[in-house]
């Protein structure tokens, strides 16, 4: 089974049950990194966010088996946060580490 490369963009406030949820769960690294999104769709938006049209945003990555990821979405489903995640997979062609 391929690996994909699992992107979830969520609020700040959220980032850290998020990810360390994923991580128990699904015993791999977890990559969060904050975002400051210049945004269109404010649905999601609180409404200082609305004001300066600037949604603080976190980015949560992890590398995940293909088959891993409707655990990986039921996981997030579960999870207690304040608001909504978008999420999106990437095909991992290769990957490794240099030393």
């Known amino acids: 089974m ?10 700040a406030a959220d980032a850290e049950v ?11 690294p977890v990559h969060v990194r904050a975002e400051a999104v210049l945004g269109l769709d404010f649905s999601d938006a609180t409404t200082a966010e609305r004001v ?12 995940l088996p293909e088959g891993d990821i409707p655990e990986a979405l ?3 489903g579960r999870v207690r946060r304040s608001g909504a995640v978008r999420w999106y997979t990437s095909a991992v062609l290769e990957r490794g580490r240099v030393a």
């Open 2 to 11: 391929a690996d994909v490369l699992l992107t979830l963009h969520c609020a």
């Open 18 to 28: 998020i990810g360390e949820a994923l991580r128990a769960a699904l015993q791999t």
């Open 52 to 63: 300066t049209a600037r949604l603080d945003r976190r980015a949560i990555e992890l590398v």
């Open 74 to 76: 039921g996981i997030l």
